[in-house]
């Protein structure tokens, strides 16, 4: 029973390995992926992440590595697992937004220390190499 199980299994992946396959020749190599081939993908990808097929993971993650995050927040997980399955742990790309809001946050920290020390040490913060720009600022 176990034996023919795992055939099965196999079946089902080699099955949806030669789908990826015919999927990836039918569109070009350099053209964004279009949200229904991402599906499919993605779906290959977690039927192979639950058969441990590392192989057809590794495949469906290399097509897929060079497209920006899906949007919708179910794909965008789906997408993370599988490049994380397939190459471990990823870099993933700062957004923008946040790192503006840190900036803002950071220099109005940055803006009530040197206040601080313009309080405390006049002549030391207005030649302070950092502070003088922030404080001298128009």
Do not use: W
């Not at 471990?88 to 040197?114: D, F, M």
């Amino acid at each position: 029973m176990v034996i023919k199980k795992r055939i099965v299994e196999r079946s089902f992946v080699m099955r949806l390995v030669v789908l990826a396959f015919l999927m990836s020749l039918s569109t070009g190599a350099f053209g964004e992926i279009s949200d229904n081939r991402l599906r499919v993908l993605l779906n290959i990808c977690d039927a192979a992440q639950k058969s441990a097929d590392l192989g057809t993971v590794r495949n469906i993650a290399s097509q897929i590595q060079s497209t920006k995050l899906p949007e919708n927040e179910q794909l965008a997980a789906s997408f993370e697992k599988c490049l994380y399955t397939a190459f471990g742990e990823t870099t993933k790309k700062p957004n923008v937004n946040q790192l503006i809001e840190e900036v803002e946050n950071t220099y109005s920290k940055l803006e009530a220390v040197c206040r601080a020390l313009l309080r405390v040490g006049p002549e030391v913060a207005i030649a302070h190499p950092i502070c003088k720009p922030v404080l001298t600022k128009p």
